[in-house]
């Protein structure tokens, strides 16, 4: 008999459920004696002990939906160490939950702050396997995290689609992206979407090179411009500060978020009219694509060989179109942000985007 617990933890997305699909698949197939229980919205559910026994139709007909047939919730890291409600420790009451079950092993779906607790809680003695699920694209040591192709597809349909009515109308359009800390999501989809000016948190902007950018433009003919901005994005003189003073600043100063702030700032300068437009979770949901389909697939037949074979401490990655094994403690609390001196960057400049860091030549 074979015990695995498994669940998805942090924000969704479109591929948590085909990512658990092909663990369970693997496992039912190639050892038929699988017991698989579903912990019921990530890590709150293994503290409570919340968990229920899955059936092999649990897993079918998921691989084309979105969202987690588990439910998942935010249980930051941080907060690990505070007590639950009737005081007893978060980790201790995990790892008694796991205990109770008899469990073999636990599968971890999830981000950045999932796997310091996934490394946590192999440090303390259980057998993990993780699974790199973000539409952020910032797990370290993964080509490529699921999710991530999914919301991108959301997000260059955003950047198309507000193309036509930006050229009717002759303005900026600002379309504010996910991604969190880090600039992937942003950077594929606007190159993608064709836009003018990309924005991430790794490359800090200054308002003048945004200008030039549009100016020069206008200065062309083109009447339109469309900027894609990650929702971390920050202008130089606000680069040092946390993203929490940060959000506060902008926040005491009435704007929603970074993108607010910028188009007032073009419009006052310059008096192009200026849409903001933000997806948000849109990115998030939906049916997967294909390319994360197969992906996810693949990571999770790994994990669950990884788990027959007995090899635990480790998330399956992506390396050069090879799955691979790397152990949680390289993986947890580190981010995989996009190097502002890498070959994307490089070719993104060629094509003339500007990525609001140029040097300012002209008058504007
Ligand atoms: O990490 C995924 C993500 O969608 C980020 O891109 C975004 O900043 C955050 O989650 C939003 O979190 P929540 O769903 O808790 O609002």
């Given at each position: 008999m074979l015990k695995v617990g498994m669940l998805t933890s942090g924000g969704d997305c479109q591929t948590l459920n085909a990512a658990m699909r092909g663990v369970a698949k693997t496992l039912y197939n190639l050892r038929p004696d699988t017991m698989i229980y579903g912990f019921l919205d990530g890590y709150k559910g293994l503290m409570y002990g919340d968990s229920k026994l899955m059936d092999p139709s649990d897993f079918s007909g998921i691989l084309t939906v979105g969202g987690t047939i588990l439910g998942s919730s935010r249980q930051p890291f941080k907060k690990m160490s505070e007590p639950m409600e009737d005081g007893s420790d978060k980790v201790t009451r995990m790892i008694e939950n796991y205990h109770a079950l008899n469990l073999d092993c636990l599968v971890i779906l999830g981000g950045n702050g999932t796997h310091k607790t996934a490394n946590l809680l192999s440090q303390k003695g259980l057998n993990i396997v993780s699974l790199p699920k973000t539409i952020?694209?910032?797990?370290?040591?993964?080509d490529m995290t699921f999710g991530f192709h999914s919301a991108l597809g959301v997000a260059a349909n955003a950047i198309d689609c507000v193309h036509t009515t930006a050229a009717s109308h002759d303005r900026v359009f600002i379309v504010e992206l996910m991604g969190h800390k880090v600039g992937w999501l942003t950077l594929y989809a606007g190159i993608a979407g064709g836009s003018d000016i990309i924005l991430i948190p790794e490359i800090p902007y200054r308002l003048d090179s945004v200008l030039q950018a549009i100016v020069r433009r206008v200065k062309s003919g083109k009447r339109f411009s469309i900027i894609a901005m990650a929702e971390g994005a920050v202008p130089e003189e606000f680069a040092d500060l946390s993203n929490k003073e940060y959000t506060k600043r902008l926040r005491a100063a009435g704007?929603?978020?970074?993108s607010y702030m910028l188009g007032n700032q073009i419009e006052e300068a310059i008096g192009q009219e200026v849409r903001i437009v933000v997806p948000g979770h849109t990115q998030r949901g939906g049916s997967p694509v294909p390319y994360d389909r197969v992906i996810a697939t693949r990571l999770g037949a790994y994990a669950g060989r990884m788990i027959i074979n007995g090899q635990f401490g480790y998330m399956a990655a992506l390396d050069n179109q090879k799955i691979v094994k790397i152990p949680l403690s390289k993986v947890a609390g580190k981010l995989k942000k996009v190097d502002p001196k890498s070959d994307i960057i490089r070719q993104t400049r060629d094509i003339g985007?500007?990525?609001?860091?140029e040097e300012v030549t002209e008058e504007i």
């Open positions: 952020d694209n910032d797990i370290y040591m993964t704007y929603p978020s970074a985007i500007s990525l609001g860091d």
